[in-house]
């Protein structure tokens, strides 16, 4: 494996809302992402989502109030919790999910992981 | 859960080599740790070995060779092999490993991880 420098690979794309694999770990995908505006409200029934913001703020809505996460901020979303990010700005995350599971917990209305 | 600022956790202890949690997710720890000097050659033999920095430079020796990270450096060390972490200076690092793992890769000599 080669060493994987987070901020090389978010300037190799631009679109938002789509998780790019940059390191596999334990058959988990370990991706970036770029995100501006509401995402849509989801769960994961078989998995914990972890979000690590490494640029700009990001909001976490959850059915029983938000939270609030800036640079160097790490939040984990347990499986099953319906949540909503959002970003006012423009902010870049990393995030870790078992491989193959749908970014929106739904195969229907996942973006495809791309490997960067 | 509560927002884990990361920063904040590493203000919380200034020992090396000593990981602390500040996350659970999926099964997995996931820890802050800070470092200086030469750790130890080991190897865990089941499961990768996840390796973010976050402040300062880590080399990794591996028996074919040395990876060197900076901060935003990510690197995942396949299970099973040997490898040795070192930092001339101190360096803060993001580390993922299955709950209970030992951070030498053996119990006895391994520290135990302190939940901060």
Redesign the interface.
């Known amino acids: ?1 080669v ?5 090389a690979k978010l300037k190799m794309f631009s679109d938002h809302w789509s998780p790019k694999i ?5 058959k ?1 995908d ?1 991706m970036v992402v770029k995100v501006q505006g509401e995402f849509i409200w989801h769960s994961h029934p078989d ?2 989502d ?1 979000f ?1 913001v ?1 640029k700009g703020n990001l909001t976490i809505q959850l059915r029983d109030g938000d ?3 800036g640079p ?5 979303v ?2 099953g919790v319906e949540h909503r990010p959002m970003a006012a700005e423009e902010a870049h995350l ?1 995030l ?1 999910e ?1 491989a193959g599971t749908p970014n929106t917990g739904d195969v229907t209305t996942a973006s495809a992981k791309e490997a960067i």
Chains 1, 2 share one sequence.
């Open positions: 494996m060493v994987v420098n987070l901020e940059v390191a596999s770990f334990n988990h370990v998995t914990d972890f690590l490494l939270v609030h996460l160097g901020d790490l939040y984990v347990p499986k990393l870790i078992p």
